[in-house]
Nanobody, 127 residues
Framework: HVQLVESGGGSVQAGGSLRLSCGFS????????????MAWFRQSPGKEREWVAT???????RYADSVLERFTISKDNARNTVSLQMDSLKPEDTGMYYC??????????????????WGQGTQVTVS
């Protein structure tokens, strides 16, 4: 059984920074932490869940255009954690941020439907 727990959300003024963390625990019969693609998604009221960033098993990263050069996804394999450093925050970055994981099977997805495990979410508010 896999669990994801986010932390680090909060309220900040435009132009400020926040750092989100996601702790990964547990495993299945086939996969451990090292086998999972990790990603961050966000959702604002009335909008669909939006992909933000993905980090692959080898540490390679991809970002949504809306956060490129402002957000940085990283992982600490020793601690089984994934982080999202958010700089130059804008009001449109406001939303609930979710950590997500799926076993890597050829590629790391950007589609919410492909992610098997989700955290409970952490709120980010930019004013």
């Amino acid at each position: 059984h896999v669990q994801l727990v986010e932390s680090g959300g909060g309220s900040v003024q435009a132009g400020g920074s926040l750092r989100l963390s996601c702790g990964f625990s547990g495993y299945t019969s086939s996969y451990t932490y090292d086998n999972y693609c990790m990603a961050w998604f966000r959702q604002s009221p009335g909008k669909e869940r939006e992909w933000v960033a993905t980090i692959d098993l080898d540490g390679s990263t991809r970002y949504a255009d809306s956060v490129l050069e402002r957000f940085t996804i990283s992982k600490d394999n020793a601690r089984n954690t994934v982080s999202l450093q958010m700089d130059s925050l804008k009001p449109e970055d406001t939303g609930m941020y979710y950590c997500a994981a799926h076993p890597r099977n050829g590629y790391c997805s950007m589609r919410a439907a492909d992610f098997v495990y989700w955290g409970q979410g952490t709120q980010v508010t930019v004013s």
